[in-house]
Every structure is written in C-alpha cells, then in structure tokens.
C-alpha cells in the first residue's frame, strides 16, 4: 500500500495527449484493457510493483520505457510516484486479426509497414496517404516508431480514426507471418536495381517504409520479396518519406485499377 497516495484519479492533460499519473491509475488502466501509448517509470523504482508493471505492460503490449527520476519531473509536478502512462487516443488491433477480416469482405489486402519513422507528422501523413489509397492496416513496430498523439492525428487528417493501426513486437517477425499467408512484401530503397512501375504491385501486398535518413533496416530489407528505387531527377537524394509513401501507394491503385 503506498502511503503517500491518496487520489486515485489523477491525471493531467497535456497540448498534445493524455497522462496518467501515479501508480493506481496507471495499473488500473492497464488491468482494464484501456489503450496505453506507453509507460514511463523511474528507475529508482524496484521490487514487487515494477515486476507486477513489467507484466502488465507485456500483456498489454505496452511499451515501458525505464528512465531517471527527472524525466518523470520534467512532464509532471504533481505526485506521480515514479509512473506515468500517455493513453492512446486510437485502438490498436492484433495484426493476426486482419487477414481474415479483409479477406471475409473479399478485398486484396494492403498493408503499410513503418520502420523507424519517429517524427509524428511523418507518420500522420504516412496514415493519410495510406487511409485514401485503400490500405487496411498500418503496423508499427513497438519500439522506435512515432508515438501517436494529437499531433499525428491532426497530421493524418482523421485518417488515424479509419486506419486498422496494429502495433508489433518485431517488424521482421510481421514480415514473416505476412509472407507465411501468402501477402508480398516490398520496399523501397535507394539501392533497388528496379524502378517501382518495374514492380508488380497487383497482388496482396505489404510495403515496408523506412525513415528517409536511415532507410529501411538492412536485416529487415533482406526479408522482403522485392525491393525498388523511385524514380527521381532533382538533386536532393531521397523523398520525404510520407511523400515517398504516396506516389508508392499511387502506383499500387494504378495497377490494380487498371486490371
């Protein structure tokens, strides 16, 4: 029992998500399947209550981050015990769901894999080019991807609202499982010997997207089906990677529609 806990409701709104703070209300939320972005607790913090936390977040497939005291100080003032959740203003859906949903409604499936993006209005962007092009789902990796706030919904223009967003342990074990089910899996790279109208796109598919400074994962490119460059004349040497992401998703709708 804490001793200097005596508010069971706390919480603090903050301009771009909600947090929860202290260590009832992060628990609680956790036990009742409420939508948690991830979990920040200090690392002065031991014993019986972090390995109950550790377990909650990975049942939750929750992120925890473990972090010095004054992080926590410096997002909050008031008494957060050395916890604090950011709730997620989306659902999140088991990837293992989808297939069978799409396929029930006798769709191709589309699928939009994000590796590395940590800029919130990247990825905002990224789910409104996907959203108007058809894709059913986007998967994020649990680690290293943008968090999804109020910022990256305002980016995605409530495309985040219509999007299946389904969060993974590991991108390259969702590649796997794709594959496993028979979806291609593509990827755009700056080294790619084919140029993307070169690519057959008509067929269920996954692109994987990676950051435009780092590109996608190496091990995680040697996975994939198939990569590709873009075409390009200019001088700069890569798209933003939320434009890259439309003019692929362009090309996926001009093939399938054409057929």
Do not use: W
Not at 25 to 44: C, D, F, G, Q
């Amino acid at each position: 029992m804490e001793n200097n806990y005596n508010d069971q409701s706390h919480r603090e709104e903050k301009p771009n998500t909600e947090i929860l703070y202290g260590r009832h209300p992060v628990v609680e939320a956790l036990e009742n399947a409420r939508t948690i972005e991830k979990v920040i607790l200090s690392n002065a913090i031991r014993g019986e209550f972090e390995k109950r936390l550790r377990f909650l977040c990975k049942e939750a497939n929750v992120p925890m981050q473990v972090v010095p005291i004054e992080k926590l100080n410096s997002i909050t003032r008031k008494n957060h015990q050395g916890v604090l959740a950011f709730v997620s203003p989306i659902q999140y859906y088991e990837l293992e769901d989808m297939l069978p949903m799409i396929y029930d409604k006798g769709e191709t499936p589309l699928f939009i894999l994000v590796d590395g993006v940590t800029d919130v209005r990247n990825l905002g962007a990224i789910a409104r080019s996907a959203e108007a092009a058809g894709a059913h789902a986007l998967v994020l990796p649990k680690k290293g991807s943008a968090q999804i706030n109020e910022e990256a919904m305002k980016s995605s223009a409530g495309a985040l609202n219509m999007l299946h967003v389904c969060r993974v342990n590991s991108l390259m074990h969702a590649v796997e499982y794709l594959q496993l089910n028979g979806i291609k899996v593509v990827a755009a790279d700056l080294k790619g010997e084919k140029m993307l109208y070169d690519v057959d796109l008509d067929c269920p598919l996954a692109i994987v997207m990676g950051d435009e400074a780092k590109g996608v994962n190496r091990m995680l490119l040697e996975t994939v089906n198939e990569y590709f460059k873009i075409p390009m004349r200019g001088q700069t040497d890569s798209f933003n990677v939320s434009v890259a992401t439309g003019i692929i998703l362009y090309e996926v709708m001009r093939q399938q529609l054409k057929n």
